[in-house]
């Protein structure tokens, strides 16, 4: 399976070393690794918000469960050039969708994402993410970001283990069901 890996993505030489090295276990070679779905897919994500959550991880001040575990010991080998590299590799990776059936709640999901709901005090998704959810500047792509991974981090946020000056308040008035609803209608985005 790793030789498939290998040879479906860009030539070993153009792949930077940190990816060869640590990355690429489970991220792929290419950022769409299709094995763990609590794993996020980087292929396509914005340079800075890759090379922002990394620098996280390697001062731990993401510090949620996973990060804690599997990120911080790999961003803390990587310097500052790294960081760049590595952002800017995955980021030229075309994003890449695995074809699933479509979850329940994506219309809640969409409604929550484009217009928010006023009545919990929840703006619009789309106002920091894009109406494409293809995100800007350190606010991240979501499209087609995996479904479970995309629970989980609201789940994080949600109960305070993941902090986000920005997300956090939002994700606390959400209810699991709106978080489903939310990332069943982002993972489907191409």
């Not at 991220?27 to 800075?48: A, D, F, M």
């Not at 001062?59 to 803390?76: E, F, L, S």
């Not at 994003?95 to 484009?114: D, E």
């Not at 979501?142 to 986000?164: C, I, K, T």
Request: a positive charge; glycine letters at 6%.
């Amino acid at each position: 399976m790793a030789l498939a890996l290998l040879n479906s993505g860009p030539a070993l030489a153009q792949v930077p070393q940190s990816v060869q090295q640590s990355c690429m276990v489970c991220h792929g070679q290419t950022g769409e690794n299709t094995i763990y779905p609590i794993v996020p897919r980087l292929n396509g994500q914005l340079v800075q918000y890759l090379a922002w959550q990394l620098k996280q991880f390697k001062k731990h001040t993401r510090a949620d469960q996973n990060a804690q575990i599997y990120m911080w010991p790999v961003a803390q080998a990587l310097d500052q050039q790294e960081i760049q590299s590595l952002a800017k590799y995955y980021a030229a990776q075309s994003p890449m969708y695995s074809a699933s059936s479509p979850r329940p709640g994506v219309s809640a999901g969409k409604q929550i994402f484009l217009q928010g709901i006023a009545a919990k005090g929840i703006p619009a998704c789309m106002a920091c993410h894009t109406v494409n959810a293809t995100g800007m500047g350190t606010f991240p792509r979501l499209a087609g970001q995996r479904y479970e991974y995309l629970v989980q981090q609201l789940e994080y946020m949600h109960a305070g283990s993941r902090a986000n000056p920005i997300m956090q308040p939002i994700a606390e008035k959400l209810t699991i069901r709106q978080m489903r609803d939310v990332a069943a209608y982002l993972s489907g985005l191409h």
